[in-house]
């Protein structure tokens, strides 16, 4: 995956963790999870213990360096997406995977709750055929879950890779971690992972 880093000159460092938000250290491992606003899902994913790093950026659509305003028209294709780099020595892709699922109703499509339009909808992008192959494990997994509690909608979540990512504006960067009282629309099915 291609990360823009033409965008990151004016970005402060991680509000939390004060290191740069385009930096990953050697052995390190990044991906990229869209579940709706991702505000809240960024704040998910900096409480887990064994993540260096997050930040929110746009990913999978086709416009070059889209802007908030831009992605949110519904033109660009891109979703809100959370970039997380985590040590796989204290936190496994699968620990950061069962989060993801149980965390969010990835069978909405193009909507998390309220929030409706293609910017919100269930996305995994990989940078491995093995992350990969683990997401796509995990996500047959939490489908059986959901269908044993009686839930027969079927995942909608995107996995693949992506050719690139481009960060978020400023404001947008750990924006629960500066704005306490902020909107989250993070919610999930009610099902615990198996």
Same mark, same amino acid.
């Given at each position: 995956?291609?990360?823009?880093?033409?965008?990151?000159?004016?970005?402060?460092?991680?509000?939390?963790?004060? *290191?740069?938000?385009?930096?990953?250290? !050697?052995?390190?491992?990044?991906?990229?999870?869209?579940?709706?606003?991702?505000?809240?899902?960024?704040?998910?994913?900096?409480?887990?213990?064994?993540?260096?790093?997050?930040?929110?950026?746009?990913?999978?659509?086709?416009?070059?360096?889209?802007?908030? !305003?831009?992605?949110?028209?519904?033109?660009?294709?891109?979703?809100?997406?959370?970039?997380? *780099?985590?040590?796989?020595? *204290?936190?496994?892709?699968?620990?950061?995977?069962?989060?993801?699922?149980?965390?969010?109703?990835?069978?909405?499509?193009?909507?998390?709750?309220?929030?409706?339009?293609?910017?919100?909808?269930? *996305?995994?992008?990989?940078?491995?055929?093995?992350?990969?192959?683990?997401?796509?494990?995990?996500?047959?997994?939490?489908?059986?879950?959901?269908?044993?509690?009686?839930?027969?909608?079927?995942?909608?979540?995107?996995?693949?890779?992506?050719?690139?990512?481009?960060?978020?504006?400023?404001?947008?960067?750990?924006?629960?971690?500066?704005?306490?009282?902020?909107?989250?629309?993070?919610?999930?099915?009610?099902?615990?992972?198996?």
């Amino acid at each position: 995956m291609t990360i823009n880093k033409s965008n990151t000159m004016n970005l402060s460092p991680h509000f939390i963790f004060n *290191v740069n938000l385009d930096e990953q250290p !050697k052995g390190y491992n990044v991906i990229y999870f869209g579940m709706g606003c991702f505000w809240g899902a960024e704040r998910l994913f900096w409480q887990l213990p064994g993540v260096y790093s997050t930040a929110v950026g746009y990913s999978g659509g086709i416009t070059t360096n889209p802007t908030y !305003k831009d992605v949110c028209s519904g033109h660009t294709e891109h979703t809100e997406v959370v970039k997380v *780099v985590f040590d796989p020595s *204290v936190i496994s892709l699968e620990t950061l995977l069962h989060s993801f699922w149980q965390k969010h109703d990835p069978t909405q499509g193009m909507r998390q709750g309220n929030d409706i339009g293609t910017q919100y909808r269930s *996305v995994i992008y990989t940078h491995s055929s093995d992350q990969k192959s683990i997401a796509e494990k995990t996500k047959q997994q939490y489908q059986a879950a959901l269908q044993a509690q009686n839930i027969t909608r079927l995942i909608t979540t995107e996995i693949k890779s992506t050719s690139a990512f481009y960060f978020a504006e400023e404001e947008h960067q750990q924006y629960l971690a500066k704005n306490p009282n902020g909107y989250c629309g993070l919610g999930g099915t009610g099902v615990c992972f198996i």
